[in-house]
């Protein structure tokens, strides 16, 4: 089993910058690929960015291309999702995603463990 623990969210200005961090616990020797998710009320849960195992390679949802940067630190266990140039519509609650899996992720049915997630609010 893996453990997945989001931190780092909160409030923030319209404009404004804010990194979120996903600590993994368990069988870390998983080498699967990690992604964010976020849902806002009411909508159904969206990709965000993803990170393969070596962090060679990631992927974005077109929203947040050239705003948001994913990282791993996998000595750490953790990966990073930093967010930059915020917008009233990426309010949410972000969750981050681990597969086992080497290949990267775009669906939610793709990942098999999930943390409880970190609310992001943006105030414009």
């Known amino acids: 089993q893996v453990q997945l623990v989001e931190s780092g969210g909160g409030l923030v200005q319209a404009g404004g910058s804010l990194r979120v961090s996903c600590a993994a616990s368990?069988?870390?020797?998983?080498?699967?690929?990690v992604g964010w998710f976020r849902q806002a009320p009411g909508k159904e849960r969206e990709f965000v960015a993803a990170i393969n195992w070596s962090g060679g390679s990631t992927d974005y949802a077109d929203s947040v291309k050239g705003r948001f940067t994913i990282s791993r630190d996998n000595a750490r266990s953790t990966v990073y999702l930093q967010m930059s140039n915020l917008k009233d519509e990426d309010t949410a609650v972000y969750y981050c995603a681990k597969r086992t899996g080497l290949a990267l992720g775009v669906t939610p049915r793709q990942y098999e463990y999930w943390g409880q997630g970190t609310q992001v609010t943006v105030s414009s």
């Open positions: 368990g069988r870390t020797s998983i080498n699967g690929a």
